[in-house]
Each structure stands twice: as C-alpha cells, then as structure tokens.
C-alpha cells in the first residue's frame, strides 16, 4: 500500500527538500541536441515538473535511478532529479537518492550515518504492499530501510524532500557525500566508515582524492543488526559525480537551473557576486539580476536557493539573472526568553534548532539573540544561524517575514507578522524597497504574504506589538 504522507509540525529534526526547475526554453543548441541541463526535485509527474516550475515531456526520454534504466512511472514527486532538455523535451533524465539504508539513530534521524533533517514540507512514501500496513514517522525505529532525497547543506546535513519506508527491504545500501578521512581504502562520508577494499574508484581523474564527491553503493547486510559504530565494507561501487551542472556534446553556452544550500559566501569582485550553491560556482551582476523571495542580504551559508542563467560548459561557471529562495527567509533578533537544546523562544515565537543550525557564541537566556531561517509550510520557524548579540535590548527588536493572511488594517495603520501586531506607533518611518514613503503609500502597496522588514522596534509583550520601527516593504520581482 502506498501512502504519502505531509509530516506534521512536531516531527522536527529529521528531513527535507530539494530542487530545481529547469526552465522550458530552448537555449542554443548543441550538435547533441542539448539546450539546456539542470538539477533539482520533482514537484509533479505526468511529464515531470521541477519545482513547481518548467514542464518537461520524458516520452523519449533516457530515464535512470541510481544508474539503473526505469520508465517514467518510477518517477515520483519528492526525488532529486538532474536532466538534459531541447524546447520542453527532456533527453536525460538522471534520479540520484541521497542515501538508502537502514536507521542507525532516530535522535537526530540518522540514516547509514547521515544525518537527515525533517520540516513539514517533507514527504514519506510508505510502500509496503500490505493494506493492514501503514507507516508514520513516529513508528519508525532503528533498522527499518529508507531511501531519502534532498539536497545537502555546507554541514554535510540532508534536508529530505522525500522519505520512503522500504518495508520489505532494500536489494542495495547506497550513500552519497564527501570523502573524509581518506587512507587507503578506508574512508567516511558523514559519520559512515567505508572500506572499499579492492574496488577501483571510477571517474575520479588520477585516483580517489579527500574531498571529492562520491555514490557508494554496497550490497546490504542486516539492517537490524548494522550500527552506526560500523564499517560498510560489502561496497560494490565508488564513483566521483561532482555536484554542479555538467554536460557533453553541448554548445558552449546554454541554459542552466541549479538548486541547493549555499556552500561558499559571496564575494564581490569587478562589479560582480560570486558564490556557491552545492559545488555550483554561481556568479551575478546585482544591479540586473532578479531576486525572488529574498534580498542580497538573504544569500548566507545554508540559504536554500534555485538559480537561473547561462551555463558556460567550457568553464563550469553558471551566470545568474534569476535567483530564487525556495524557503521563505525569516530574520529575528530579541530578548530570548527561553532555551532548550531543540528550540530558542523570543518575541513569543518558538523556534526550533536542528542539525542545520548553526550556533554562534553561547546562547544565554535574556541575551540578545539574533536568528536567520526559514518558515516551512506547516507555519513552523527553523533557525538556520543564531547569535547571541550579548545583553538584553527590548527597544531594538527586528522581525523580518511575510505579512499574515487577513491581517492589514489599512485605517488603523497596522498588520501582523507571525501573529505579532505591527502599529505605526509615533516614531515609524516606512520604505518600500529602501524608497521613502508615506504610511498611506505604504499601505496602498501592502499585501498579504509581502515580505516586510521591521527593525529598531520596541516589542510589548502584553499586547503582542512592535512599534516605534523602520518599516520596509520588499516586493521583489
């Protein structure tokens, strides 16, 4: 019986997402036929759609998961997908799992020693063929069989677009990841030991180097007894496959779509931003390129990002006009009024911390705490980077989301963000997109969902209210 299934709020660290949409244009084409290549997860099937975006006719398509020849009705909503595409048509289309094996630990959700981090967003699969069967994340235990897709962040953590519980078990353990470690034939991806033996690595240039990009696959042992302490040594296969664009018998420029967490800052050089998305290098001219869901400012080390543009496949550079935040951006800075391992309170939010987060200085409570993050379908916060900013300063609170449903009362000049009331108060200046404006122009301008940026604010927490601010408005393209 298959069951998909949203998790719900409470099921915190443990998984997902992933994407890329490629668009559907034709680029200019190659003596292969290739008009453009990108990466990414599927969003819909029917033809394949990528994230929510471009579709795609697979009819004729080349279709593989994990190397194996499929048909299309393999493909299922969830899966990190690369392909090849000419004018809407997909020539290849290449499904990769992150890693398939058994639950080596469920705090935090562990699979053949890769930590995964579940948000509402995250689908699971249960396919067991039995209807009496029915899985839940809360029923899973340690040595039941998972596939997981999603992409990777910078700490080497799997945000899951999609669990799927393999109850009668897997006829492969596969994982994917960087090279740690490396002596002889022994090395770790996350916290996995792997010993290949006599296997000879392929596509890995002149040899097997630390810290390239690697798919190992191994025959399975018995999930019930394999722990997190041992070594996977029954390895059938090592393959180098970086993870940026890449493709063959193309023109030298076409287009390209590539989506994942930001590994590499940015850095600004002649005029123009360069960063790294996966092991993507990304560069752009901020004065042309269109930003959507986010600003400059939002492009920080674990920021989920789908780009857009030329792919240069002579020099691996892909030049952006479009980027795109595929997680909506929140900013937070407060008193923190509560601490625990998995969550920070502040401003009467909970938000949780997972193995995604990145904590900088010793959190304490009452401090000033700063968080970057996100806000998963499910209304839940993570935090994505959190600070502690030192003492207590109710009067320099900043909120930064979207604006909530229903919440814009354009004659008392107020709204809400995440439930918090935001009044004009006596001393507010509003901005739309850094312009000075009236409270009556901003107002006219405001929607729901509109990302709004409040800073230098005074948080009552009586009334739930922030007043007294420096409001912007942030439309975007």
Known sequence: ??????????????????????????????????????????????????????????????????????????????????????????????????????????????????????????????????????????????????????????????????????????????????????LGSRFSIGAQAVDFGVISPSNCGTGLSEGDRVVVKADPGDPTSFSAVDTLTQVTDVECIPDRLGVTGAATVIEGEFEGFVTEAPVTSGGLIQFEVGEQEVVFNPGTVAFEGGTLEDIQLGAKLNVRGDFNTNTGLLKVDRIRFRETRVRLQGPATLLAMDSVELLGLTVLITAQTEVEGGLTSGDQVRINGFIDNSGTLFASEVKDKGGSDPDDVRVRGPVDKDSINATDQTFSLFDITVERGVDADYFIEDQPATAETFFAALREGNEVSVEAATFNSGTNSLSSAVIELEIGD
């Open 1 to 182: 019986m298959k069951q998909i299934l949203n998790v719900p709020t409470l099921l915190l660290s443990t998984a997902v997402l992933a994407a890329c949409g490629a668009g559907s244009g034709g680029g200019s084409l190659a003596g292969g036929g290739i008009g453009g290549t990108g990466s990414g997860s599927i969003t819909g099937i029917g033809s394949i759609f990528l994230n929510g975006g471009g579709k795609f006719e697979t009819d004729n398509a080349k279709i593989s998961i994990d190397g194996e020849s499929v048909s299309e009705s393999d493909l299922n909503v969830g899966m990190t997908v690369g392909l090849d595409y000419s004018q809407g048509v997909a020539q290849q289309v290449r499904v990769l799992h992150q890693v398939k094996g058994p639950i080596t630990s469920l705090a935090p959700l562990t699979v053949l020693g890769q930590t995964v981090v579940v948000t509402g967003d995250t689908l699971i699969e249960d396919d067991s063929p039995h209807p009496s069967v029915s899985v839940s994340f809360g029923s899973l235990i340690v040595g039941n069989e998972l596939e997981v897709s999603g992409p990777v962040d910078e700490q080497d953590v799997i945000q899951a677009s999609r669990l799927e519980f393999k109850d009668e078990g897997l006829n492969r353990w596969q994982l994917v990841g960087r090279v740690q470690g490396l």
